[in-house]
């Protein structure tokens, strides 16, 4: 039994990780291999501080869409309720807690657009859903914490939180963003969290992250999905979202699945196609347009029917 395990990372890779949460702490699912020195399965982190007994084989299922190689997806974060079985509906929430109040800076300092965090947050959702009958429906999040009576959110919950900071030059870097897995996270199982210590962009490099990427990976654990076991190559322009250094993408438009992405959802909720439905809140400037433009047709309305009521 391993005990104690928090935010490992590992010093010979010039890489920023992404950390799989428990309730207590980080860990790297790679590096619990490379120190268990085991390979035909891997310890899942569930349970706190202390690793679980619990076995997660991975998969021998062969993608032809990879030129027949061998999935090397890993499954094990528990799952969403699918009353019907794999292939079947699966409907999840999700809100926002605190990502629109400019908590997430740019290098410049400024805050990063909400509409580029929407946008993107949005994107990384549609990634899944396009290959599973996966269906995220935006719910209203009052910014309240868990136990209060009054908060509202959804089962996926974004925000913004201190991690770990930036990364420190000639160090390793930190990790930028964590997510819990449905099983096994307590109250904030489902969420996902972004470091406001880092910097963030638009088009993701190695120290400052896209909301894109990060969602994209941490979406996969808020499903069940652990990190593949791909080998990885960070300049290969097809490399799997679950490695455990998630890929960088360009802004929304970018962004994109491995095959072995694919296999590893499908293996837990089937194959098909789900949506995204976010809540239908239009801007300020859109709003005011809508009031104004609401305003002439009643005001035009009623002077039209001023004569008639003249002449009566």
Same mark, same amino acid.
């Given at each position: *039994?391993?005990?104690? #395990?928090?935010?490992?990372?590992?010093?010979?890779?010039?890489?920023?990780?992404?950390? $799989?949460?428990?309730?207590?702490?980080?860990?790297?699912?790679?590096?619990?291999?490379?120190?268990?020195?085991?390979?035909? /399965?891997?310890?899942?982190?569930?349970?706190?501080?202390?690793?679980?007994?619990?076995?997660?084989?991975?998969?021998?299922?062969?993608?032809?869409?990879?030129?027949?190689?061998?999935?090397?997806?890993?499954?094990?974060? =528990?799952?969403?309720?699918?009353?019907?079985?794999? =292939? &079947?509906?699966?409907?999840?929430?999700?809100?926002?807690?605190?990502?629109?109040?400019?908590?997430?800076?740019?290098?410049?300092?400024?805050?990063?657009?909400?509409?580029? $965090?929407?946008? &993107?947050?949005?994107?990384?959702?549609?990634? #899944?859903? &396009?290959?599973?009958?996966? /269906?995220?429906?935006?719910?209203?999040?009052?910014?309240?914490?868990?136990?209060?009576?009054?908060?509202?959110?959804?089962?996926?919950?974004?925000?913004?939180?201190?991690?770990? =900071?930036?990364?420190?030059?000639?160090?390793?870097? *930190?990790?930028?963003?964590?997510?819990?897995?449905?099983?096994?996270?307590?109250?904030?199982? =489902?969420?996902?969290?972004?470091?406001?210590?880092?910097?963030?962009?638009?088009?993701?490099?190695?120290?400052?992250?896209?909301?894109?990427?990060?969602?994209? /990976?941490?979406?996969?654990?808020?499903?069940?999905?652990?990190?593949?076991?791909?080998?990885?190559?960070?300049?290969?322009?097809?490399?799997?979202?679950?490695? #455990?250094?998630?890929?960088?993408?360009?802004?929304?438009?970018?962004?994109?699945?491995?095959?072995?992405? $694919?296999?590893?959802?499908?293996?837990?909720?089937?194959?098909?196609?789900?949506?995204?439905?976010?809540?239908? $809140?239009?801007?300020?400037?859109?709003?005011?347009? *809508?009031?104004?433009?609401?305003?002439?047709? #009643?005001?035009?309305?009623?002077?039209?029917?001023?004569?008639?009521?003249?002449?009566?």
């Amino acid at each position: *039994m391993l005990s104690r #395990w928090s935010r490992y990372l590992i010093p010979s890779l010039t890489l920023a990780l992404v950390g $799989i949460s428990t309730n207590r702490g980080v860990v790297v699912a790679c590096e619990l291999c490379r120190l268990t020195g085991t390979t035909a /399965h891997h310890v899942s982190p569930i349970g706190g501080d202390d690793l679980d007994d619990t076995l997660i084989a991975p998969s021998a299922q062969t993608n032809e869409d990879s030129g027949g190689a061998t999935a090397q997806f890993l499954v094990g974060g =528990g799952k969403w309720p699918q009353p019907g079985g794999p =292939g &079947s509906p699966v409907t999840v929430t999700y809100s926002y807690e605190n990502m629109f109040n400019g908590g997430l800076r740019m290098p410049s300092g400024q805050s990063l657009p909400n509409d580029l $965090i929407r946008r &993107s947050i949005e994107e990384a959702f549609s990634l #899944w859903a &396009s290959v599973a009958p996966l /269906h995220f429906v935006e719910v209203p999040d009052n910014g309240r914490p868990y136990g209060d009576p009054m908060s509202t959110f959804g089962q996926i919950r974004f925000r913004h939180v201190y991690i770990n =900071g930036p990364d420190i030059p000639g160090q390793a870097p *930190m990790a930028k963003a964590r997510a819990y897995f449905p099983a096994s996270g307590g109250q904030y199982a =489902g969420d996902v969290e972004f470091d406001h210590g880092d910097p963030w962009q638009q088009v993701g490099t190695l120290t400052s992250p896209d909301i894109l990427g990060a969602a994209a /990976h941490e979406i996969g654990h808020t499903l069940g999905l652990q990190h593949t076991n791909l080998p990885f190559n960070y300049l290969d322009n097809n490399q799997a979202v679950m490695f #455990w250094v998630f890929r960088r993408f360009a802004g929304p438009g970018t962004g994109e699945l491995h095959a072995d992405d $694919i296999a590893g959802v499908r293996a837990v909720y089937g194959a098909g196609i789900g949506s995204v439905t976010p809540l239908a $809140i239009p801007e300020p400037a859109t709003s005011t347009l *809508m009031t104004v433009a609401l305003t002439a047709v #009643w005001l035009g309305s009623s002077l039209r029917r001023a004569p008639s009521r003249m002449r009566r």
